[in-house]
């Protein structure tokens, strides 16, 4: 059974940085792209970055161009995701969930983390 495990999230002030993790377990594939979400009160769930296992191909939404980055452990042996995020806004407080979906897509396995909370607050 493949498991999602964020951590990292926490109050911190505008213009500031946190580091969020995603560890995932269980995996008995090695093809899939692990993807960041954030979801606001009151708002939908918004992507916020990927990256694929393999190539290491990021992407990022036009909102956290520049300030946020996505990258793997280095080896890619510990399945594991971070999303560095700098010159932090009250905007970007949500809730933050990963996201890992096996390649091809065709296969239809997603899975999802429980969150962790991003408050960027003075």
């Known amino acids: 059974q493949v498991q999602l495990v964020e951590s990292g999230g926490g109050l911190v002030q505008p213009g500031g940085s946190l580091r969020l993790s995603c560890a995932a377990s269980?995996?008995?594939?090695?093809?899939?792209?692990m993807r960041w979400y954030r979801q606001a009160p009151g708002k939908e769930r918004e992507l916020v970055a990927s990256?694929?296992?393999?190539?290491?191909?990021?992407?990022?939404a036009d909102s956290v161009k520049g300030r946020f980055t996505i990258s793997r452990d280095r080896d890619n042996t510990k399945n594991t995701v971070y999303l560095q995020m700098n010159s932090l806004k009250p905007e970007d407080t949500a809730e933050y969930y990963c996201?890992?979906?096996?390649?091809?897509?065709?296969?239809?396995?997603?899975?999802w983390g429980k969150g962790t909370l991003v408050t960027v607050s003075s």
């Open positions: 269980g995996l008995t594939f090695s093809e899939y792209v």
């Open positions: 990256i694929t296992s393999g190539s290491g191909i990021t992407n990022y």
């Open positions: 996201n890992l979906e096996r390649i091809p897509y065709w296969y239809g396995m997603v899975y």
